[in-house]
């Protein structure tokens, strides 16, 4: 079979399968959620296996070491992602519940009732773990799920799903309500974004070029996102040895992911003490930077490495332990940057100001704004969602961590009495 007929056939498996999926109960849904967390624990070494061979390969293949640590599946990692089914199992399933009700005065009563998308499409790069979070948001909601992960993930992928098919059967349910394309072919990147007549939502989680590809391409709705240029403003009023320990967190942590923070703003009322303080101790976490002329200066004089910092760093996801510094006159200069470099997806002010707090938080449209705290919060786990779909930097649909809601719609109900308009 062809590419354009291997795809009809998985839309087509999908669409049916949405339909067995639509009609369980919130018990029939937590337990086939409980049967994918005792079958994934009982694969564990199959998996972590599976997924060395996949490490392995990108390490001959000469991937970078953010790129490797993103694809790692190993068995503290696996149990993490299996913990987080019972998280999802534990939520509330949006599914049937009723937005509003109300009696209009012609006698109709209406009301909205939330339904699920049907067959959702989710191209992803390098992290195994989301064949698993996809598929338990997916199935929680009552929506099949149609999975294109990366080449460099495929063998930890195949693994991961036929583990998750084998629970659907187990369940009685159609094992095609989680599909993985397991061809590498790019072309069926392409073919699934036309796939209209069965996909209703296409969710791609990876770099830029992806998003792009998507936005471009597909005759599905997308939602974009999970690029994450986060910035964190040090104010005139912050307090500089607490400032220290949430920068470190937002840039150290972990710094291969989306809400990992890529460039500092500080007052330059601060710049003169703060900057050499905080590379100083940055730099003994093995954390590279690169600063704006005056930051150049001041590191220079400590003794610390800098590199000169442009529009292409500032407008650069580090996705590494890279920092970008500047310094800016006052808020609207820290405003004016994140305006100018931000991808819309997290960004931080430090201050004990409280006027100058709200201030930042009115002018900053991205899609998480914090006071006094790290960007790396900016995940459907931390923000009690449970596993996420992704983080939308868009406004219609869904905003910032996408979790059950996000992957349901709502039709309106209409009840009369035999009532004519």
């Known amino acids: 079979m062809n590419n354009n007929e291997y795809l009809t056939a998985l839309g087509q498996n999908a669409k049916q399968a949405s339909y067995a999926l639509a009609n369980l109960s919130g018990q029939q849904k937590s337990a086939l959620l409980r049967c994918i967390a005792a079958k994934l624990t009982d694969a564990k070494s199959e998996i972590v296996s599976a997924n060395q061979q996949d490490v392995a390969n990108a390490k001959e293949n000469g991937l970078s070491d953010a790129m490797i640590d993103r694809l790692l599946l190993d068995e503290s990692r696996l149990m993490g992602v299996i913990g987080d089914i019972d998280n999802v ?42 064949t698993v979070d996809i598929a338990v948001l997916a199935l929680k909601t009552g929506n099949a799920v149609i999975l294109r992960g990366g080449k460099e993930t495929l063998t930890s992928n195949k693994a991961l799903c036929k583990v998750i098919r084998s629970a659907m059967v187990e369940q009685g349910l159609p094992e095609d309500c989680v599909q993985l ?62 400032a220290i320990a949430v920068i470190e967190n937002a840039k150290v942590q972990r710094p291969t992911v989306c809400n990992a923070l890529d460039t500092v703003l500080i007052h330059q009322s601060q710049a003169a003490e703060f900057i050499p303080a905080l590379a100083k101790h940055l730099s003994g976490l093995g954390v590279q930077f690169y600063g704006c002329e005056q930051t150049q200066g001041l590191l220079t004089s400590a003794g610390i490495e800098v590199n000169p910092a442009n529009e292409d760093t500032f407008a650069t996801e580090w996705l590494s332990l890279t920092l970008g510094i500047k310094v800016v006159a006052d808020l609207d200069g820290a405003v004016a940057h994140i305006r100018t470099f931000s991808s819309g997806h997290s960004e931080s ?48 649909h869904a905003r910032g961590p996408m979790g059950l809601e996000a992957l349901t719609t709502y039709k309106w109900l209409a009840w009369g009495d035999y009532t004519i308009r």
């Open 349 to 396: 002010i430090l201050t004990d100001n409280i006027h100058t707090a709200s201030d930042f938080l009115n002018a900053i449209d991205s899609a998480a704004v914090y006071v006094n705290a790290s960007t790396r919060f900016t995940d459907g786990g931390e923000f009690g969602l449970g596993a996420e779909v992704a983080v939308s930097t868009q406004k219609l």
């Open 89 to 130: 199992i534990g939520l509330t399933d949006p599914v049937g519940s009723e937005i509003d009700s109300r009696l209009l005065d012609n006698g109709l009563r209406l009301s909205r009732r939330r339904v699920p998308l049907g067959v959702i499409g989710v191209i992803y790069e390098a992290r195994p773990n989301v």
């Open 181 to 242: 394309i397991d061809n590498p072919d790019r072309s069926l990147v392409s073919g699934l974004l036309k796939l209209d007549k069965y996909v209703d939502m296409i969710v791609p989680r990876g770099g830029q070029n992806l998003q792009r590809l998507c936005a471009e391409q597909a005759t599905i709705p997308v939602i974009l996102g999970g690029i994450g240029i986060c910035h964190i403003y040090v104010d005139a009023e912050a307090n500089l040895e607490k």
